[in-house]
T-cell receptor
């Protein structure tokens, strides 16, 4: 599994765009990049997944450069409720029983 | 969307006793469920893979005789912490994935906070 490196913590203010970058230098050709969000005392929640270029859904955007050695999760106009830990996961998610391996995550704190 | 529930949400038990935690997929069937443990301010650590109708697969360092997993039906997996000790106090979370959902899109339960006194 490719090792991921994320900032331990980030602070932002309400209404700002937040970009969290994840480094994964050893990503393999068949690896996908996935981001999860976890609020305190809750299970993680799937946010977004991508393989290359840009992916956007109703919650976030994911930017992946051509070399795929990093990825950036972009949260538009954050609110206080976006305060959570964000995990970047990289893996060849194939097969019916593929488990997820979580790294250390980034604690995002949104300030009023 | 798919819903995974856990019961209980919180449990306090005395050292030396056993406690059972249930993980249910409410609106889908899951042949595989995963159990994670999370200590305060730390990331999730995979404990074991629960397989319906067969033995669970445990991660290295996880005692299979201490953490008993039973996946008796396609919607229920249970984790029993036997002879619990204070160091077993943690947040236990399960996950599952509906058939046809991408493998990377797991649905997690709300977690169970275990406190061993």
């Amino acid at each position: 599994l490719a090792k991921t490196t994320q900032p331990i913590s980030m602070d932002s203010y309400e209404g700002q765009e937040v970009n969290i970058t994840c480094s994964h230098n050893n990503i393999a050709t068949n690896d996908y990049i996935t981001w999860y969000q976890q609020f305190p005392s809750q299970g993680p929640r799937f946010i977004i997944q991508g393989y290359k270029t840009k992916v956007t859904n109703e919650v976030a955007s994911l930017f992946i450069p051509a070399d795929r050695k990093s990825s950036t999760l972009s949260l538009p106009r954050v609110s206080l409720s976006d305060t959570a830990v964000y995990y970047c996961l990289v893996g060849a998610f194939r097969g019916s029983a593929r488990q997820l391996t979580f790294g250390s995550g980034t604690q995002l704190t949104v300030l009023p | 969307g798919a819903v995974v529930s856990q019961h209980p949400s919180r449990v306090i038990c005395k050292s030396g006793t056993s406690v059972k935690i249930e993980c249910r997929s409410l609106d889908f069937q899951a042949t595989t469920m995963f159990w994670y443990r999370q200590f305060p301010k730390q990331s999730l650590m995979l404990m074991a893979t629960s397989n319906e109708g067969s033995k669970a697969t445990y991660e290295q360092g996880v005692e299979k005789d201490k953490f008993l997993i039973n996946h008796a039906s396609l919607t229920l997996s249970t984790l029993t912490v036997t002879s619990a000790h204070p160091e077993d106090s943690s947040f236990y979370i399960c996950s599952a994935r509906p058939p046809g959902t991408p493998v990377y899109e797991q649905y997690f339960g709300p977690g169970t906070r275990l406190t061993v006194t």
